[in-house]
């Protein structure tokens, strides 16, 4: 018996190293394949989840902002019967509701431009909502998150079709529709 560290025999023929089998190899690529397909799928799915709640959170935004739309023009619409004793119309360039502190809590005004606007402001007097209708009449909403960054817009474009846009807290568009 010859050790594997034996030379070989002189006149002895030399082996041939193995031919290799191409099956790993293409089983290899196969399960890679089948790995990296996973990982798509599994991403793809996590898109249409974020999709999903995306398009519930424009839902839900849609439904608040008409709901805030319809408070304030209740709000501003509605009211007691004025006494005989105050006039019938009241006309102003602007107008202050403060709360029981005296902090001005909205404003309603217009602008040099003659735009009229509607300003919700927090308790620190920062405006968080605007209702207002551009200098080229094009109405719009804006939200404004505690530090004061525009975090959802919703208008119409110049040609009248709406718009939706989402911003990141540094104000760098994340989302919008169309």
Same mark, same amino acid.
């Given at each position: 018996?010859?050790?594997?560290?034996?030379?070989?025999?002189?006149?002895?023929?030399?082996?041939?190293?193995?031919?290799?089998?191409?099956?790993?190899?293409?089983?290899?690529?196969?399960?890679?394949?089948?790995?990296?397909?996973?990982?798509?799928?599994?991403?793809?799915?996590?898109?249409?989840?974020?999709?999903?709640?995306?398009?519930?959170?424009?839902?839900?935004?849609?439904?608040?902002?008409? #709901?805030?739309?319809?408070?304030?023009? @209740?709000?501003?619409?509605?009211?007691?019967?004025?006494?005989?004793?105050?006039?019938? %119309?009241?006309?102003?360039?602007?107008?202050?509701?403060?709360?029981?502190?005296? %902090? #001005?809590?909205?404003?309603?005004?217009?602008?040099?431009?003659?735009?009229?606007? @509607?300003?919700?402001?927090?308790?620190?007097?920062?405006?968080?909502?605007?209702?207002?209708?551009?200098?080229?009449?094009?109405?719009?909403? @804006?939200?404004?998150?505690?530090?004061?960054?525009?975090?959802?817009?919703?208008? @119409?474009?110049?040609?009248?079709?709406?718009?939706?846009?989402?911003?990141?807290? %540094?104000? %760098?568009? #994340?989302?919008?529709?169309?």
């Amino acid at each position: 018996m010859s050790r594997r560290d034996d030379p070989p025999t002189p006149g002895a023929p030399t082996p041939h190293p193995p031919i290799p089998d191409p099956t790993p190899d293409v089983e290899t690529r196969l399960s890679r394949l089948e790995a990296a397909n996973a990982r798509i799928e599994a991403a793809n799915a996590r898109l249409g989840t974020a999709n999903a709640r995306l398009a519930r959170a424009n839902r839900r935004l849609r439904r608040a902002l008409a #709901v805030a739309a319809a408070a304030v023009g @209740l709000v501003l619409l509605s009211g007691q019967a004025a006494p005989a004793d105050r006039p019938a %119309k009241l006309t102003a360039r602007s107008f202050e509701v403060v709360d029981p502190r005296g %902090k #001005v809590r909205a404003r309603l005004g217009a602008t040099t431009g003659g735009a009229p606007f @509607l300003n919700l402001l927090d308790e620190r007097g920062e405006v968080r909502a605007a209702f207002f209708v551009a200098e080229d009449l094009r109405p719009a909403v @804006l939200l404004r998150d505690a530090s004061g960054t525009g975090r959802a817009t919703l208008g @119409l474009e110049p040609n009248d079709e709406p718009f939706l846009r989402m911003n990141d807290p %540094k104000g %760098k568009q #994340v989302w919008a529709a169309p």
